[in-house]
């Protein structure tokens, strides 16, 4: 099983591949087909998947590189940050690594965007490849060239628009990936079908006891079409100018519920919570029936995500968290709506009375 | 007098204008050029800056952005790091910076390169206005979109391409600047004669006198030019993949002279250095005449600017420093020499012998 989706267009014109495999086997040769000899390599892991791939990936990639040094960083969010950042820069000033010289990241978003960060800082920006391990990256974060780090608990508030040389991902480090870091990604998936593609995201719903049963001929045309979303998304506005922004549906609360309940929640939990709350508003507005909305709502559940705040939630709290989020544009919230299932709008019109009352909507009341 | 250039291709694509005034009279109207309405600004600027010149660019663009903010980083090169850049992020923060809103650099080099770095990083780039405020940055760091801090001692090994949307210098605050400081700048426009334009070149060592006693007109027709030749070099290869690397003649040993010397020369004199050096290699080979060779270090005497090393110079360890350098390619040095007076060429064939030789020529032995 083999699956390739091709990004065209970037930031800096250089297009790449994303490569969807069931094992490691053919990574050595798709990294060969990048300009590697007499290169370096350093792979940066995290003290999760360091211990399950590190060696496997390094007997692979041995015979391309002139050199392959591996570093193992903390596993972790609380982990991404500047200082993180500056190991792997003293790791690459240490060994002498040069311009032309490449970084590979090992594991899930978190070493993914701050692998890719510090190679995009690194002498003005040194060549990177994504090894992703977990769906939320193989989905989401590892294509589209977002890298970064958090600052002051202010997530991704540093960073560059990098783009990989390569994406390669190995399907089957699924089967490994605890359950709730499975619905994670799901979060984002289900997202992209919501924004993009009313088809596939029909065609998750049907399919809900085949994906989460894992079952790989399913995985694999679930991963490639994510990614083919993401990369078109992406290719129409790599730096995020407008219409890319349609991928932060489901962010905007999303991110303050993650940052309010002190990331107890996974991303693709508070992405549920936050679509929700932006297909209630939808739906508020007219854009969607009322059985729409219940199922969009609904369809979280059996993927294993939350679809209710915890009763005490302080709502007023999150709206004010998410007026502090870096999304604003000006005064402005830029908000994603849907327009219908399967296709979101850019709205700066959302109101705080909106997003209250869809966060209490979020909120059931036993009593 | 006024005079202005344009830098058409960049790295995003996006053109700007290099603005040469007078006085700060024109830098409202030109800002306003920009997509400025309600959007804020921060004015970054050193301690040696400030005081002088803060109060009047605050004044002057106070009616253009909708906040003005400043902060004043410790002047000098040893404040050029994450730290100081970690600073200006915090203020950025805290006063609730957007991606649309715009950073000032007002000052010298280390201004404009900690300043491009810090706005290039900040919620993966944010716009940024350059304001050079020496000879230095004014003909050569304010131009080209390099960003950038030193880290753990290497020079500019942390950073960005990341372009300004405008550069608007005003000539006249080199009245004031330090003799010492002006002949540093002169070492990188002599520079711009010797690698480019053999004209240019020849009509700065004809006017030394005018030059030196900063007459208004000849500055502005060498600034002019200065900028024309390097924002020409980086329009053909904005990220420094062939071409542009022609503007590091004399900086191979010049950066490890002014390593070496523990940054008691400033950078203009090492380029002096580091320039009669690839000229030596360059006579030795047969590209230069011996007169010519000897015109070309002459001419830096009447700016000022250096031409021999130390007597007690350990040449060996200048040599062993630049191969620490991050302009090695793989095991090669990427060394300038000139072809003839006005035109460099790259050259990955220069030998430990050569450079030894070029470095103990700058050497003169009294006894």
Redesign the interface.
Known sequence: MSERVNVAKT??GDAYEIVIESDFEKLAEEISKLPVE??KCLIVTDSNVGPLYLQEVTEKITPVFSEVYAMQIPAGEENKT?NTV?TV??KL?SS?F???DFIIALGGGVVGDLAGFAS??????IKFIQVPTTLLSQTDSSIGG???VD??A?K??????HQPSLVYMNMSVLKTLPGREFSSGMGEILKHGLIRDEEYYSWLVNNFNEITDREPEVLEHMIARSCEIKAAVVEEDP?EQGVRAVLNFGHTLGHAIEKYMNFSFTHGECVALGSIAAAWISYKRGNLSDMEFYEIRDMFVPFGLPITLPDDADVNKILEISK?D?K????KVKFILLKKPGKAVIDTTVTDEEMLDALQNMIIKLD
């Open positions: 930031v800096s007499g290169r500047l500056r820069l003293v000033i002498h040069d311009r032309k995009s800082v690194y002498l003005r920006g977002k890298t970064g600052f002051d202010y991704n508030m540093v960073g560059a628009f730096t502090s870096k604003m544009d000006g005064k």
